[in-house]
DNA sequence: CGCGAGATTGACTCGGGTCAATAGTAGTGG
DNA sequence: CCACTACTATTGACCCGAGTCAATCTCGCG
């Protein structure tokens, strides 16, 4: 990632630029509104304040760039505005880990509210446009309007829940389960994001979704095949089109031991009833 | 779990009831005040406020039972003032999946905010004392104590930061090196709280680790054995004796490929330098 | 004293990590 | 425009760590 390849897929096949980005000139910068902020968050805010004088500027970040670094004293949170980004863990060797790949709506810097200094750090995955939210700012402006500090709340219980279920699926699935539940967290996210679901570019690299999903790069370009072969998406490179997002949803295999706490555990079918016996090598 | 065996392990040999629990009679139940929770807490609070009047009530729930489970509706945090007690998800088929062991100081229920209602289950693993803080309370007090607020902010950022470590240590540790990062983990919290380091029970199953870590049983059960022999630590069944709590903090083994992402990794010594060969089974 | 949950161990298997060779792609510069 | 270089991705061969299955042991409890 110390190469900031000057990637030019604005405008790609498969993804066209954003739909409509949020925030106005002024300055020859560009401001959000707090409504713009908390529709990006997808937080229904009845907000009752007009606040036209409230505005969070916007910055800027070219691909290979850092937002934050590990360690860096905290004051700003990010709202993703545009663009694609990862946060990573980096261990005592200097080994990357991957944390999250943020996207349009998404939240960075909370792991720095607490030290005062980032836990992670923010990488650009592609171009970026993020909205700065000054802490002392936002907690200030918290105080006086309710809806902004249960927004923060909601944001960071969001987050939360979200490194949660990751927890789980790293704890408890098989390698193919992890790819296809990634898969699938993809598309919805694209969807949500107002893109096709069906076929969309992945833009990180096997060795970065890999990290993510606790696998090696092998394994996830194998797996990609695999479930290729199967039918259950195509894949060229980083072009992915889903053909069965059924089945991507509730593909299991290995239940792995630790699973059967209680359940009766009926040892047939670990594939969930998505229709057609594929990846039914059991 | 679903059996609340009435354990009788309040006074254990090598874990005496808590040193000093926080809380004051008042109408035939325990109360605390702010500054008792910001104590627990660990946060340093200039309390300003004299709080007498803001109290807290406390809730005790014997071993096995729930605190809260996952869909109920959410309204109340709650904080440990003594005791153990484990977080878990439940997956489609019924299966646990352990998230953390919670104990004197740490929060639970952060993760209902988001959709008000909580997003795992909370199971007393022995005999607990906690604190009840109504979410709405909380907040309201937050506008008008701003370290108040900024506790909670605090909280949920450490909490996060936590699983961001755990999504880490699932992702690229082996299994010894999750057993060990365990153990050392248990070690330091009980010294925070003021125990033992050296000595302690396990409050938890075989099972309840391996799922935590992402492991079976078995696994955990082979793996503590082998640090016993190995001098790491002593083990006898629950008790565990920690002998080396350097050679743990350090193990290693199987930079898994993922690792060497950039790193030089000398292929020797996959242990780090923790005095003599131990675990050098490499 | 016997029951049942939990823990320990052994034997066997295999998913996925490791190592390695090949190939597609993109950016660079002559 | 094309070689040159550097990534990134794909595949195959091999093998080991950890899961699976199962037998035994221990301990606390009724």
């Known amino acids: 990632m110390s190469t900031p390849v000057p990637e030019s897929r604005n405008a790609s096949s498969t993804m066209h630029t954003s739909p409509m980005e949020a925030g106005r000139q002024r300055q020859g910068r560009l401001w959000s509104n707090l409504k713009e902020v908390c529709d990006l968050l997808h937080i229904p805010t009845a907000m009752s304040v007009n606040s036209e004088e409230l505005l969070f500027q916007h910055v800027q970040f070219k691909t290979g760039q850092r937002v934050h670094t590990i360690g860096q004293a905290f004051d700003t949170l990010y709202i993703v505005n545009s663009g694609f980004l990862k946060t990573v863990l980096i261990d005592e ?7 999250s790949f943020p996207m349009k709506g998404d939240m960075l810097g909370v792991d720095g509210i607490h030290t005062r200094h980032y836990a992670s750090e923010a990488v650009a995955l592609s ?4 909205i700065l939210l000054p802490f002392k700012k936002l907690t200030a402006l918290g105080r006086v309007h309710t809806e902004l500090e249960n927004l923060m709340y909601g944001v960071m219980s969001r ?6 279920s990751m ?3 790293l704890g408890a699935l098989s390698a193919e389960a992890r790819v296809a539940r990634f898969l699938v967290s993809l598309a919805d996210r694209f969807a949500a994001m107002g893109y096709s679901s069906k076929l969309f570019n992945l833009r990180m690299t096997r060795h970065e979704i890999g ?4 696998l090696t790069l092998e394994t996830v370009s194998r797996t990609l095949s695999a ?3 199967i039918g259950l998406i195509t894949v060229d490179q980083r072009t992915i089109g889903i053909k069965d997002a059924e089945a991507l949803k509730t593909l299991r295999r290995l239940p792995p031991s630790r699973s059967r706490t209680k359940s009766p555990a009926k040892p047939k079918s670990d594939l969930a009833p998505s229709g057609d016996a594929l990846a039914t090598t059991i």
């Open 93 to 99: 060797f200097g080994n990357e880990q991957v944390l």
């Open 127 to 130: 171009d970026c446009d993020l």
């Open 159 to 164: 987050e939360l829940v979200r490194e949660q």
């Open 167 to 169: 927890i789980g699926m």
């Open 211 to 214: 990290s993510y999903l606790g």
């Open 227 to 229: 479930f290729n072969e």
